[in-house]
Each structure stands twice: as structure tokens, then as C-alpha cells.
């Protein structure tokens, strides 16, 4: 019998008059002749939604550049980065600092995702750790690493890790103010793939020191001043789509980011 239940209530499901069918974003209506009223919709891009993908998208290219770090190495050892380490052409000690300092930033790089989001709660939602992130990211570059100080440079590596991966984090957290499945998927595909070409960042800065000849102050500071103004316009975009929803202190960032199932489409029945 309740196999046969089961059965009935899929036939009715399926071949019923007003059974719906499940698709991004919206429902079609079944006729009486058991054929839809039209195909799958997909609702269209609205120009402020491809507005605030391009934006976090941008912001995702800057996050995580110290993938690219090996890009800098020819351009540290030019400014004489841990140069008084050198002994003569003997420079063993200066390239194992530069190493050092590139572990602890693909370090901070990989676990930031760990620390925040325990700060996210905290924090007031998506749109406060965006920009306490970006303005983290923009003393980074602008302060420690323009200045001359070794040291700061190694704490500006790791201070800049640490909120990349903030601002990556708060940033697909906003994913469930997209409309339809289709707009999240797409959505989280694209902020991933600008996270993963972020390292180019550094393969730029490179060539511009190599063509250009410019310092790795002026370089650090414009990329502070970019990533400054990025954030305030995250700021301002994530404020006005509300409060950014959050997860228990054990479950993990990077499982929730990628979860849609909090605002999914629903199989509906008659």
C-alpha cells in the first residue's frame, strides 16, 4: 500500500493538471495534455547585479595575490629586501627570509577563512568585515609594505593575507541576495575564478618595476589607495542588501559560503 501511495502521489505530480516543475529561478505550470506551458526560464542580469559582481569581482583579484609572490622576489632583492643579510655574493640567508615571509602569507592566506569567521558575528555582518578587511588591506600595502623596515614588509605580507581572505569571505557570503540558483552558482564561480587570478596582480607589479622603473613604494601605496576605495564601494553595496547571513561557530566557512540551500526553489505540490 505505500508503495502504491507512493506511486499515485508521483502520477499525480507529474501528469496532474497544476503540478509544477523545479527550475532556476521560477515555475512552469503543466497543462492538461501533460506538456509544459513553456521551457525553463532563467531570469535575466540586471545591470545592478552585473554592477556588483564586476565590483566584487575586482575586489577578489586584489585578495589573494600572494600566490604570486615568486613575481616579487627579482623586485624585493632589487630593493635590497634582507640585503644586509647578504655576506658578500653569498645571499643564502636573504632568499630563506623571502621564503619565510611567503609561507607565512600562504599561510594567512589559507586559514584567514578560519579566523574570520568566527569575527564575522561580531562584526555586525558581511558589510562591517568588508571594509575592517579592506582597510586592514590598505595599511598593509600602504604603511608597512612602503616602508623600508624589512620586518614591516614581513608583517605587511601577512597583515595583507589576513584580510584578503576577509574580504573573499564576506563577499560570498552575499551570495543568497541573488534571485534564482542559476545567479548564485554564476556568481560564486566568478569571485572564485578572480580569487584564483589574483597572483597576476604580482606578475604586474613586477612588470611595471622592470619596465617603468618604479619603486615598490609607489606601487604599495597605489595598490593601498585601490583597495581602499574598492572596499568603501563594497561598503556601500553590501549595506543596502541588508543583514549578510551567518553560521554556527562550528560549522565551516567554506561549506556554508558555497551552500544555497537556505533559499533553494522548492518542489511545490498541488
Not at 527550475?23 to 532563467?42: A, E, H, K, R
Not at 558581511?126 to 624589512?150: F, K
Request: glycine residues 10%; aromatic residues 10%.
Amino acid at each position: 500500500m505505500g508503495a502504491r501511495a507512493t506511486s499515485e502521489e508521483l502520477a499525480h505530480i507529474v501528469g496532474g493538471q497544476q503540478s509544477t516543475r523545479l527550475t532556476y529561478g521560477t515555475t512552469q505550470n503543466q497543462d492538461q495534455g501533460g506538456g509544459y506551458d513553456g521551457g525553463i526560464v532563467f531570469e535575466k542580469w540586471s545591470p545592478r547585479d552585473a554592477m556588483r559582481l564586476v565590483v566584487m569581482a575586482c575586489a577578489c583579484l586584489l585578495s589573494a595575490p600572494m600566490f604570486g609572490f615568486p613575481a616579487l622576489v627579482p623586485m624585493m632583492r632589487s630593493e635590497h629586501v634582507f640585503g644586509s643579510y647578504c655576506d658578500g655574493n653569498n645571499c643564502r640567508l636573504q632568499a630563506e627570509l623571502l621564503s619565510t615571509t611567503a609561507v607565512i602569507a600562504f599561510w594567512a592566506s589559507h586559514s584567514g577563512f578560519r579566523i574570520w569567521r568566527h569575527v564575522v558575528g561580531a562584526a555586525g555582518g558581511g558589510a562591517n568585515l568588508c571594509l575592517s578587511c579592506s582597510v586592514m588591506a590598505a595599511i598593509a600595502w600602504g604603511v608597512l609594505l612602503a616602508n623600508h623596515s624589512d620586518y614591516f614588509k614581513m608583517a605587511g605580507f601577512l597583515a595583507a593575507s589576513l584580510a584578503g581572505s576577509g574580504v573573499v569571505m564576506s563577499l560570498l557570503l552575499s551570495h543568497s541576495t541573488f534571485a534564482s540558483v542559476r545567479q548564485r552558482a554564476m556568481f560564486r564561480l566568478c569571485l572564485m575564478a578572480a580569487t584564483e587570478a589574483s597572483p597576476v596582480v604580482f606578475a604586474v607589479l613586477q612588470l611595471l618595476f622592470q619596465r617603468h622603473v618604479v619603486s615598490t613604494k609607489t606601487l604599495f601605496t597605489a595598490l593601498s589607495i585601490v583597495s581602499f576605495f574598492i572596499g568603501c564601494v563594497l561598503y556601500v553595496i553590501l549595506s543596502g542588501e541588508g543583514q549578510v547571513s551567518t553560521w554556527p561557530a562550528g560549522t565551516c566557512a567554506n561549506n556554508h559560503a558555497y551552500s544555497s540551500h537556505a533559499n533553494s526553489p522548492r518542489l511545490q505540490t498541488p
